[in-house]
């Protein structure tokens, strides 16, 4: 079972440079969301999508944009890379459209080791 | 705005030892969905327990248990008669518009 797919699992960008990290589902989950996690912050949300169709900023957003492309992709976009935005991404997905009546247990994928210099 | 607060940065026990994990919310909502994730060495994020607000029963799930008080606004964790392949970061998170997630706290179980 691949459940979620997170590419690439490393990269190292220069100050500047634009990459799309990828995810995919496979679990026919309506909501997919973008994390980042960073030592001593937790998990902290950039963008989520409640549905196909849908994307909403979360807690940081700023200097990312994401596109659902699917019921199944959900990508992040860094357009100009910033040394603060060195972290580990982690895509997630989840059966319930937040807020709904059910479960809203994220299933994730591996992470994203991206290093900005 | 809804908030997450594990004022725990880091516990260290020996095994065996019963240890409590402290979990804080925020939410202006009524309705809301509370979780813990563990995430160990290896870096996936493991989903242990939901309960929603409406449900302030205690679980166990083995060694596990959980305290829900809307009282205080608390979740607590209590991992009972700890193992060494408890060792992780353990986050609490909350689920009302979107999910926001606590700073985590770092368990190490020395043997």
């Known amino acids: 079972n691949a459940g979620v797919t997170q590419t690439p699992k490393f990269q190292v960008l220069k100050t500047g440079q634009s990459m799309t990290l990828q995810c995919a589902q496979d679990?026919?989950?309506?909501?997919m969301y973008w994390y980042r996690q960073d030592p001593g912050m937790g998990l902290r949300l950039i963008y989520y999508s409640a549905s196909e169709g849908t994307t909403d900023k979360g807690e940081v957003p700023n200097g990312y944009n994401v596109s659902r492309l699917n019921k199944r992709e959900f990508s992040l976009r860094l357009e100009s890379a910033a040394p603060s935005q060195t972290s580990v991404y982690f895509c997630?997905?989840?059966?319930?459209?937040?807020?709904?009546?059910?479960?809203?247990?994220?299933?994730f994928g591996e992470g994203s080791r991206l290093t900005v210099l | 705005a809804q908030k997450v607060t594990q004022a725990q940065t880091e516990i260290s026990v020996v095994e065996k030892e019963d240890v409590t994990l402290d979990c804080v919310y925020e939410?202006?909502?009524?309705?809301?969905?509370l979780f813990w994730y563990k995430q160990p060495p290896s870096g996936e994020l493991v989903f242990l327990i939901r309960r929603n607000s409406f449900d302030e029963q205690n679980e166990i799930s083995g060694r596990y248990s959980w305290n829900f008080q809307k009282s205080t606004s608390s979740f607590n964790f209590t991992i009972t008669a700890s193992q060494v392949v408890d060792s992780a970061v353990y986050f609490c998170a909350l689920l009302d518009n979107d999910m926001r997630f606590g700073a985590g706290t770092r368990l190490t179980v020395k043997p």
């Open positions: 679990m026919n989950h309506n909501s």
């Open positions: 939410t202006r909502d009524t309705t809301y969905y």
């Open positions: 997630a997905s989840s059966e319930a459209t937040l807020g709904g009546a059910n479960t809203g247990e994220l299933f």
